[in-house]
């Protein structure tokens, strides 16, 4: 059974950094598809980044483009979601997702596998 686990949120001020991880077991890391998703208090979930089994494609929601960096390191089955130049509107919970075949979507319905998400708070 596949398990995703995230780790890194935390309380950081506006302008700061932080490292997302996302570590997987139970399944191929390799053959999944793999993506970050958040959501804030009141809003719906929403596509952050997502990035193909290789690694070799990558894709942003336009709000972080240029400020977070997504990657993975499938010896390690583990997924990273580098943020720089942390905003206030970047607070919500962060969720690794996984699905098969070789679309990278960012759409969450095609995302079978969840964790259980993580919090990251941006003061200003």
């Known amino acids: 059974q596949v398990q995703l686990v995230e780790s890194g949120g935390r309380l950081v001020q506006a302008g700061g950094s932080l490292r997302l991880s996302c570590a997987a077991s139970?399944?191929?890391?390799?053959?999944?598809?793999m993506g970050w998703f958040r959501q804030a208090p009141g809003k719906e979930r929403e596509f952050v980044a997502a990035?193909?089994?290789?690694?070799?494609?990558?894709y942003y929601a336009d709000s972080v483009k240029g400020r977070f960096t997504i990657s993975r390191d499938n010896a390690k089955s583990t997924m990273y979601l580098q943020m720089n130049s942390l905003k206030p509107e970047d607070t919500a919970v962060y969720y690794c997702?996984?699905?098969?075949?070789?679309?990278?979507?960012?759409?969450?319905?095609?995302?079978?596998?969840w964790g259980q998400g993580t919090q990251v708070t941006v003061s200003s």
């Open positions: 997702a996984q699905r098969g075949g070789t679309y990278v979507s960012r759409d969450s319905r095609d995302y079978v596998y």
């Open positions: 990035i193909s089994r290789s690694g070799g494609s990558t």
């Open positions: 139970g399944g191929t890391f390799s053959v999944y598809v």
